[in-house]
């Protein structure tokens, strides 16, 4: 069984700064693709930011050169730092990782449960 679970949402300043983590657990054989995505109530969810196995990364126009994706592929983990963050950024965000598990013979996306981030004017 695979689990993916994020952490370090909260409240913030605009202007501030958060970092997201999210780390996949259990019965893992290979990790592919890694991202960030967030969605707004009655929004469709959008892609914020991913990040290939190599390091090859993709971000959404809206926050190119305020946000960073990275990861530790030996933890499992991927990370969001969020800088210049802004009113509009408040809304739920959730990891999902593509990933083959030890019994299984192709990749699945995984999503974790989402954490809220807020960021007050």
């Known amino acids: 069984q695979v689990h993916v679970v994020e952490s370090g949402g909260g409240l913030v300043q605009a202007g501030g700064s958060l970092r997201l983590s999210c780390a996949a657990s259990?019965?893992?054989?290979?990790?592919?693709?890694m991202a960030w995505y967030r969605q707004a109530p009655g929004k469709q969810r959008e892609l914020v930011a991913a990040?290939?196995?190599?390091?090859?990364?993709n971000y959404a126009d809206s926050v190119k050169g305020r946000f960073t994706i990275s990861r530790d592929n030996a933890k499992n983990t991927v990370y969001l730092q969020m800088n210049s963050l802004k009113p509009e950024d408040t809304t739920v965000y959730y990891c999902?990782?593509?990933?083959?598990?030890?019994?299984?013979?192709?990749?699945?996306?995984?999503w974790g449960q989402g954490t809220q981030v807020t960021v007050s004017s």
């Open positions: 999902k990782a593509n990933i083959r598990g030890a019994t299984m013979s192709g990749f699945t996306d995984y």
């Open positions: 259990g019965s893992i054989y290979l990790i592919n693709a």
């Open positions: 990040i290939t196995t190599g390091g090859t990364t």
